[in-house]
């Protein structure tokens, strides 16, 4: 079974440009997390989508925003990139169902975005 | 707030010894989940394990173990036996029981394995 996936790999963009990242989560799970890893840091949460509807926001400015599809496949936008945008871009699914705890979350390979 | 903190940048072990990585954490909750995160160059992040903090018990899986001591408010992770395979990146990372899937990771222990 294919796991989390994740597009594009890598991207590279100016400053106040704007960016679409894309994720498609495993089969069946209907809930995906973005999340940010700064380079020598850990990931901090941005978004939670569930069944097409937000579950959970980060600390992040109104720059960034996300959508999830009926195929649960889910977008992260970022407008007017400033150079500390420049990150790893991670997402991450689970089934979503019952006790989010409890639901185990799926990682893919993350896109790496960088600002010039 | 939830903080989850790790105080060991970098580790070296000899291959096939033991090694011990630190995390502390603070919350006011008293439910909660805490998890050992695997970040291989690859980028990918892997669950190494999960610890319920109901349960006494420590969780284990197969070379790994953690120390979860909640009224110190630390969760250790213990790596048997450390094989190659095992260098990477660490992090220990907090989750409560709320209506979200948010994590929220500590900053990483880079783990060298010396052959």
């Known amino acids: 079974d294919a796991g989390v996936t994740q597009s594009p790999t890598h991207l590279i963009k100016t400053r106040g440009q704007h960016v679409t990242l894309r994720c498609?989560?495993?089969?069946?799970?209907?809930s995906v997390s973005w999340y940010q890893q700064v380079l020598g840091q850990g990931p901090q949460f941005i978004f939670q989508y569930y069944e097409k509807e937000e579950r959970g926001r980060g600390n992040f400015p109104d720059r960034f925003s996300a959508r999830q599809f009926p195929n649960y496949s889910s977008e992260l936008n970022v407008n007017a990139l400033l150079l500390g945008d420049s990150a790893l871009y991670l997402c991450a699914s689970s089934l979503g169902l019952g006790q989010p705890s409890n639901q185990p979350q799926h990682f893919g390979d993350g896109t790496r975005l960088s600002i010039l | 707030?939830?903080?989850?903190?790790?105080?060991?940048?970098?580790?070296s072990v000899q291959e096939a010894e033991t090694v011990t990585l630190s995390c502390t954490y603070d919350t006011s909750e008293s439910d909660y989940y805490l998890f050992w995160y695997k970040q291989p160059p690859s980028r990918q992040m892997i669950l190494v394990i999960r610890q319920e903090a109901y349960k006494q018990q420590n969780a284990t899986e197969n070379r790994f173990s953690v120390n979860f001591q909640k009224a110190a408010k630390s969760f250790s992770l213990k790596i048997s036996d450390s094989q190659l395979g095992d260098a990477a990146m660490y992090f220990c990372a907090y989750r409560s029981p709320g209506r979200d899937d948010k994590i929220i990771f500590g900053k990483g222990t880079r783990l060298h394995i010396l052959p």
Do not use: L, N, Y
């Open chain 1, 24 to 30: 498609s989560p495993i089969s069946g799970h209907k």
């Open chain 2, 1 to 11: 707030a939830q903080t989850v903190t790790q105080s060991q940048p970098e580790m």
